[in-house]
């Protein structure tokens, strides 16, 4: 934690819309940090940061890069933006910490770590998944040999995301939409972190089933790595079927899903999107939920429970890994049994915990660009091999930095 001679990480944001709503918890919490500024271009959600932290808006990305308070730059801005926004606070002399996915192409990605590298500063890609107290667990303990080897990963995820309000930008895949750009970035994360990174080949299918959202709703995807260990990975946003039940009736976010509720919310959000009749209509309604809106409903700040992204189950030469938001099942050759982790002190601590510990400690960043334009190719990977229905081979890959 911060003391008196460890100064708190002073943050500009640039954009206050979803990503930011799902970090407040930990923004409002982690005594390491302080927000100081922040840029959007909806007047509500600015006044409700002024509300919510006694802290100045601006009305530009340039004006927020040019705050001499602000040490580093959170940029939740659109996936399309990320690139430009990233260059722009390095050349300011701003750490970088960018939401996934990290851009929507491989040369954005190389022109955010040059950029970052020349200047001098720091560049970290978050929130992902594989941030989550139980995966990195899981990765200590596969570090640590008492395994042996990893030799398969299955992880998947049923949701309905593809008929929650969107923007017109995030049906279209050009710009950063649909569910490879936003939720396989977190799904690759975790499977390279528990498979050690360096994925060789992706062969994928992916799927365009309702003409009505014109983007990619599901995939699965076989990943081989470099040390032959492979991964499938499955993720359907059209889902009636809610993969949560398998992760104990815990949400994404950490926060219960009681099983006598289910059938209240059993197809809530096709409903919420029928009553829109149209784009405009569907916008303003993500909009009115978002920070500052009329129906913005501020996240949960505590839980009993960790985030997660569905079902993982990792295989290894003595044992099988299953990953759940209380900590991990493992199957070992004599015996099973459960390591429970402590209740999380709030959510996301983890990676304000990587951001820490780089700033204002030794710690090398695990989620950095390098890494996160590795998750990058695969996630474009899966795309380019679904379309040309042929395996497509990796070039710029890197492993694990095993701190964990």
């Excluded at 983890?350 to 204002?360: A, C, G």
Aim: hydrophobic share 40%; charged share 20%.
């Amino acid at each position: 934690m911060a003391s008196d001679n460890i100064s708190r990480i002073k943050i500009g944001v640039a954009g206050l819309g979803r990503a930011f709503t799902l970090m407040l918890p930990t923004f409002l919490q982690d005594p390491r940090i302080q927000l100081v500024a922040a840029t959007d271009p909806i007047a509500a959600a600015r006044a409700q940061f002024e509300k919510d932290f006694q802290a100045i808006t601006v009305d530009s990305m340039e004006a927020l890069c040019a705050l001499p308070d602000v040490e580093v730059i959170y940029i939740a801005t659109p996936h399309q933006y990320h690139a430009a926004h990233v260059q722009m606070a390095a050349q300011h002399g701003k750490h970088c910490w960018v939401e996934k996915p990290m851009a929507i192409s491989l040369e954005e990605c190389t022109r955010m770590m040059d950029a970052c590298q020349q200047a001098g500063v720091q560049l970290m890609v978050g929130h992902s998944h594989s941030f989550n107290a139980p995966v990195l667990r899981a990765r200590k303990l596969i570090a640590s040999g008492q395994l042996g080897q990893v030799r398969m990963i299955t992880a998947l995820n049923y949701t309905d995301f593809l008929y929650r309000p969107r923007r017109p930008e995030e049906l279209n895949t050009a710009l950063g939409g649909g569910v490879i750009h936003s939720q396989a970035a977190h799904q690759i994360d975790v499977v390279r972190l528990l498979g050690g990174g360096k994925v060789r080949s992706v062969q994928a299918c992916t799927g365009q089933w309702d003409a009505t959202r014109p983007t990619e709703g599901a995939y699965s995807a076989l990943l081989q790595f470099e040390n032959m260990a492979f991964a499938t990975v499955t993720y359907n946003g059209y889902g009636h079927f809610d993969s949560d039940v398998w992760m104990d009736h815990v949400g994404e976010i950490g926060q219960p899903k009681p099983a006598n509720e289910s059938a209240q919310r059993y197809g809530q959000a096709r409903r919420r999107l029928e009553a829109t009749h149209n784009t405009e209509a569907e916008s303003s309604l993500k909009a009115a939920r978002n920070y500052g809106g009329p129906l913005y409903a501020p996240a949960a700040i505590t839980s009993s429970a960790y985030q997660h992204f569905g079902p993982v189950v990792v295989s290894c030469d003595k044992g099988d890994i299953r990953l759940t938001p209380l900590g991990m099942w493992v199957y070992g050759p004599d015996k099973e049994y459960f390591e429970a982790l402590p209740e999380p002190a709030y959510p996301r601590k983890e990676v304000i915990d990587e951001l820490f510990q780089n700033l204002r400690g030794s710690g090398a960043l695990t989620h950095s660009g390098a890494w996160s334009r590795a998750s990058t190719e695969v996630c474009l990977g899966i795309l380019q091999a679904a379309t040309h229905q042929q395996a497509v081979l990796m070039h710029h890959q890197v492993g694990v930095q095993d701190g964990h």
